[in-house]
DNA sequence: GGTGGAATAT
DNA sequence: CATATTCCAC
């Protein structure tokens, strides 16, 4: 019964601006995805319906949902068995955050990166698993749903020493904390990739923007080597980022 | 003394 | 520039 010849998934993209839909299509040219884009819902679901196609992910940019995220993500989720993923290229954040809390289960920015389509890569694949041991598609969105995604940290040690060729990633898994008391690089940046963000704004979204505070926010992530300081300047540039976004947006001439 | 967040610093 | 660190009012 597991017929796995599909290496590729397949990525069904709704985007009513045609400029966007090129340059999702260039980005995802590369990748290990299919890709198969329409430019309106109606035409989307009718594609999604038709016996030949199958497809593994439904993404959609968000000014296209008319009607609730949640419930329409609830709609494709059970006719289809396939999750969705919300798209913007403005209003950052603030939009992403309310489309999360909406329900859709994840957000990217426009245009796509390849950060984003490592992350799509991997949430799809993951998913993938799933459906092997259980048929359904079961949406637990409870309170602690910290084994959905893969806890990674990326970690840039920079050695000081004079040359700076020595550049290494490392991750860091949940294991438990060994003894000794060396090998905690100390000196080393965290970099918010896609799933550390997403993470991030999962946890904005189950606590509330209100509620947001990064002890919270920390506790959510479970994120081992992340410090609620991490999260507070985090919390602090995007702010930042949205301010001057918002700014931009009501500039004139 | 702990916190969240603004102000700085790297 | 993105992230870290310091500073300060609760």
Redesign the pocket.
Known sequence: MEVENSEKFRILVVDDDINCLLTTIASLKNSKFEVMTVNNIKVALGGLRSSGLSFDLLLIDVHMLKIDVFQFQQEIAKEFGIPVGVMSNDEKDNTLMKGHDNGAAFFIMKPITQDNINYLWEYTTSLQKKKHTSKQVVQEFEENTNEKILNEVIYIESSSSVSERDKCTRKYDKAENEDGSSQPS???????TDSLHNKFLEAIAILGVKK?????ILELMDIPGLS???I??????I???EIQDQERKSMEQ
Do not use: C, D, E
């Open positions: 100390k000196k080393s940046r965290i970099v918010w947001a505070y990064p002890r919270k609620k300081k991490h507070a300047s985090h919390l602090q540039f702010a930042t980022t």
